[in-house]
């Protein structure tokens, strides 16, 4: 285990900036989780600890000690690529055997290397392939054993660079899930990343966004979810993706659209009244009601897309068109007319203007309003 600090990490390559000064104190036996779309250098900040590229700016410190200028040698960090690295002439066992035989990690009783070998493989459900050659698996399994190569070594840092992207989305939750439990991954301190904001959300203490070379937000699951620093952050978690509309403080509410629709304020929102805002909704916060049409914002669904249990609604709204997740038992069908609600707390308020705007300063959300 081993505190990990970032300051101002820069890296180029020629004239593209990947990383661009990131800082971030990651704590012992922490499991930070970086999230961003492609390109943003999440894969590169990982490389910048591993010692796998030479930074052009900023530090790393792993322990307590500077590692800036280390080898990824005497790092003592193990790092799992989305590719799989495995010897093709060995069988599953002996590739997952033979990290625990190199003498960099120390000697292990043959009892102590089974022990290991068996808690990873029956987390990552491999065991039934220890027998197997790498060419007699599939890509998934595959992928399994090459992060069971990392982690059944001990290490101070495991980095993990989209280690389940192969996997099917019903083995992706199982692998989540048992993932978090495992001893070795638990009490080490792990840097994640993934550009799935579920699996983020899922397994992250803290999750850093980043955008083009930057940790625009780090914050716990909580924080980023309920008071994204951003709409670029509000946009990458959630699917379908927050709504975001123009929109102008009134008192009291906020509202939107030709007809003059309104939400509530949320607590605390520092915005005097007639100042033009972005309002962000998640669309599975807008509530659909069928019933008293005029309890709620009034809407018209416009079109409507099957997801098995849940609907996906376009709904018009005095010409601004929402999305809305709803029950598929409902019986919604287009040219309906409903009401939306949405709670004041899942209100979201960020500044007027083009791009990403940032969020408009917000009394922070009580811990009983965020369960
Ligand atoms: P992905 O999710 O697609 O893996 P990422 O967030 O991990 O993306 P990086 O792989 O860190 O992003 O790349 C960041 C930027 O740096 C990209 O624009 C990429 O093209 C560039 N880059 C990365 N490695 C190199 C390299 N060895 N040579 C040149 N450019 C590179």
Redesign the pocket.
């Given at each position: 285990m081993a505190t990990i600090e970032l300051t101002e990490v820069a890296k180029r390559?020629?004239k593209?900036t990947?990383v661009d000064g990131v800082t971030a104190s990651i704590g012992n036996g922490e499991f930070f989780v970086i999230l961003?779309p492609?390109?943003?250098?999440?894969?590169?900040t990982l490389k910048s600890i591993a010692g796998l590229v030479d930074v052009d700016g900023g530090s790393v410190r792993i322990g307590g000690v500077d590692m800036t200028l280390a080898e990824p040698y005497h790092r003592n960090v193990a790092m799992a690529f989305e590719s799989y690295a495995l010897y093709p002439q060995k069988t599953v066992s002996e590739n997952l055997a033979s990290p625990l035989r190199s003498g960099r990690t120390g000697t292990y009783s043959r009892q102590e290397q089974e022990e290991r070998i068996r808690q990873v493989t029956t987390t990552l459900g491999i065991e039934h392939l220890l027998r197997r050659f790498p060419r007699e698996l599939s890509n998934g399994q595959r992928q399994r054993v090459a992060l069971g190569r990392v982690l059944v070594r001990p290490a101070d840092v495991y980095l993990l660079d989209e280690p389940l992207s192969h996997l099917d989305a019903k083995l992706r939750a199982e692998m989540r899930a048992e993932l978090r439990q495992l001893g070795a991954v638990s009490d080490t301190t792990t840097v994640y990343?993934t550009?799935d904001y579920q699996e983020a959300l899922s397994l992250g203490d803290r999750i850093a966004v980043m955008r083009d070379g930057r940790f625009v937000h780090v914050g716990t699951p909580e924080e980023v979810w309920h008071r994204p620093a951003d709409t670029f952050v509000a946009r990458s978690l959630g699917q379908p993706e927050m709504n975001l509309v123009d929109a102008v403080v009134g008192a009291g509410r906020i509202s939107f659209g030709r007809a003059g629709a309104t939400v509530p304020t949320p607590a605390g929102l520092r915005a005097e009244p007639g100042r033009p805002v972005r309002l962000g909704l998640r669309p599975c916060d807008l509530h659909v009601d069928t019933d008293d049409a005029d309890a709620g914002i009034p809407a018209t669904i416009t079109q409507i897309e099957r997801l098995g249990r849940d609907v996906e609604l376009a709904v018009d709204v005095g010409g601004v068109e929402l999305i809305v997740l709803a029950s598929a038992r409902r019986g919604l069908a287009e040219g309906d007319r409903v009401a939306l609600t949405v709670a004041a707390t899942d209100v979201h308020v960020f500044e007027a203007g083009d791009g990403d705007t940032p969020r408009l300063e917000q009394a922070g959300r009580t811990e009983e309003e965020s369960r």
């Amino acid at each position: 285990m081993a505190t990990i600090e970032l300051t101002e990490v820069a890296k180029r390559f020629g004239k593209t900036t990947a990383v661009d000064g990131v800082t971030a104190s990651i704590g012992n036996g922490e499991f930070f989780v970086i999230l961003g779309p492609s390109g943003a250098g999440k894969t590169t900040t990982l490389k910048s600890i591993a010692g796998l590229v030479d930074v052009d700016g900023g530090s790393v410190r792993i322990g307590g000690v500077d590692m800036t200028l280390a080898e990824p040698y005497h790092r003592n960090v193990a790092m799992a690529f989305e590719s799989y690295a495995l010897y093709p002439q060995k069988t599953v066992s002996e590739n997952l055997a033979s990290p625990l035989r190199s003498g960099r990690t120390g000697t292990y009783s043959r009892q102590e290397q089974e022990e290991r070998i068996r808690q990873v493989t029956t987390t990552l459900g491999i065991e039934h392939l220890l027998r197997r050659f790498p060419r007699e698996l599939s890509n998934g399994q595959r992928q399994r054993v090459a992060l069971g190569r990392v982690l059944v070594r001990p290490a101070d840092v495991y980095l993990l660079d989209e280690p389940l992207s192969h996997l099917d989305a019903k083995l992706r939750a199982e692998m989540r899930a048992e993932l978090r439990q495992l001893g070795a991954v638990s009490d080490t301190t792990t840097v994640y990343v993934t550009h799935d904001y579920q699996e983020a959300l899922s397994l992250g203490d803290r999750i850093a966004v980043m955008r083009d070379g930057r940790f625009v937000h780090v914050g716990t699951p909580e924080e980023v979810w309920h008071r994204p620093a951003d709409t670029f952050v509000a946009r990458s978690l959630g699917q379908p993706e927050m709504n975001l509309v123009d929109a102008v403080v009134g008192a009291g509410r906020i509202s939107f659209g030709r007809a003059g629709a309104t939400v509530p304020t949320p607590a605390g929102l520092r915005a005097e009244p007639g100042r033009p805002v972005r309002l962000g909704l998640r669309p599975c916060d807008l509530h659909v009601d069928t019933d008293d049409a005029d309890a709620g914002i009034p809407a018209t669904i416009t079109q409507i897309e099957r997801l098995g249990r849940d609907v996906e609604l376009a709904v018009d709204v005095g010409g601004v068109e929402l999305i809305v997740l709803a029950s598929a038992r409902r019986g919604l069908a287009e040219g309906d007319r409903v009401a939306l609600t949405v709670a004041a707390t899942d209100v979201h308020v960020f500044e007027a203007g083009d791009g990403d705007t940032p969020r408009l300063e917000q009394a922070g959300r009580t811990e009983e309003e965020s369960r």
